[in-house]
């Protein structure tokens, strides 16, 4: 599969004339891509060279969407991303219908956007798949913290005995704590009845991030059929993607894409955003890809996990093994949700 080379993107916003174009050529390499959802406002963004898959000389796709590829007469060296629309499954529907938005990223949704509705919050690799596997374990909470100081803060002064220190920076574990970030640690026999005080790279700042949401989930694709369930009657449902490092990471793109299909599988008539058609589509090929190979789905995501940004972090540091686990569908029926008052999620009761 041919991949693009380096470059610069850009999304077109509403523009009436357009320089002098002409085609570019695709070459292998690392693509770094430059565009926010239904904006013209530029933001850097880094997408897996993986997830490009080029069609012809200047049609490449990317999470199901085909998008063109220009670069300006003027400036040979800088492409311009042109996307080209499809099909709308399910977003025409009537205008008083609940919505469903997708955010590849937290940067790419301000926090008062997010106020008043429902959000499920994704990182895949690996704090939404530990977190509902610490509570799940029995677990009394799991409190997220964006700073290693402020959970140690926290600790302080604690009975040790009823609480655990759970995190990664660079996805290790982080020092003096007594839990790392991999679902496997989070056993009954470690954290039934303890408080977890929690802090990774990423999914705690997604977290915080929904601080004004009316409700906030973490899902992932452990308990993709219980957080849909409880979702299903939202009117104003969010899906807010951590990625990797202020990057968009296709693992959480494919968990979000696994709700999206789930949610709409039902005659619920959502309007969903652009984000949310691209990856229910490409969640949707990841499904057929593993049907037509004779393998189960998990076994496909554990199969795509490893190309993906977080997955080849994990692989680098030697967490192989939690590619496999993460990628397990409907392990768990707990849905983690957050208390607003005491800032801990609990199982949803």
């Not at 008083?96 to 509705?117: D, I, K």
């Not at 020092?175 to 039934?192: I, K, Q, R």
């Not at 906030?216 to 490092?245: E, F, M, P, Q, Y």
């Not at 692989?315 to 409907?330: K, N, P, Q």
């Amino acid at each position: 599969m041919s991949q693009l080379g380096i470059g610069r993107f850009y999304h077109r916003a509403t523009e009436d004339t357009e320089p002098e174009q002409k085609n570019a050529s695709c070459k292998t390499g690392t693509a770094e891509c430059k565009i926010k959802e239904l904006s013209s406002t530029i933001v850097n963004l880094h997408f897996p060279p993986v997830s490009l898959r080029v069609l012809s000389d200047s049609v490449v796709s990317f999470m199901g969407i085909e998008l063109v590829l220009w670069v300006f007469a003027t400036d040979p060296f800088v492409p311009k991303l042109l996307r080209v629309p499809f099909a709308n499954r399910r977003s025409d529907q009537m205008s008083n219908s609940p919505t469903l938005r997708v955010h590849y990223l937290p940067q790419f949704v301000g926090e008062h956007e997010l106020a008043g509705g429902t959000v499920i919050v994704i990182d895949l690799l690996r704090a939404s798949t530990t977190v509902a596997a610490a509570l799940a374990a029995g677990a009394r909470e799991v409190q997220p913290f964006t700073e290693v100081a402020f959970a140690l803060a926290a600790a302080d002064g604690q009975n040790r005995a009823e609480i655990l220190l759970g995190g990664e920076r660079g996805g290790e574990v982080i020092d003096g704590f007594d839990l790392g970030n991999s679902p496997s640690e989070y056993t009954a026999s470690v954290v039934f009845g303890r408080r977890v005080l929690f802090t990774t790279t990423n999914g705690t700042w997604a977290l915080e991030h929904a601080r004004l949401a009316k409700s906030t989930i973490v899902g992932c694709l452990w308990n993709l059929s219980a957080v849909s369930d409880a979702v299903s009657n939202a009117t104003d449902l969010h899906i807010l993607c951590a990625g990797t490092g202020g990057k968009v990471s296709r693992e959480d793109l494919l968990a979000a894409g696994a709700y999206v299909d789930r949610l709409t599988s039902d005659e619920q008539p959502w309007q969903l955003s652009e984000p949310a058609e691209a990856v229910c589509r490409e969640w949707e090929e990841l499904v057929t890809t593993a049907a037509a190979l004779g393998r189960s789905t998990s076994e496909q995501v554990a199969i795509e996990l490893r190309e993906t940004l977080g997955g080849k972090n994990l692989i680098a540091i030697g967490h192989d093994d939690d590619l496999d686990t993460c990628a397990a569908i409907d392990r768990v029926d707990v849905v983690p949700i957050m208390d607003r008052e005491r800032g801990v999620l609990v199982p949803m009761v």
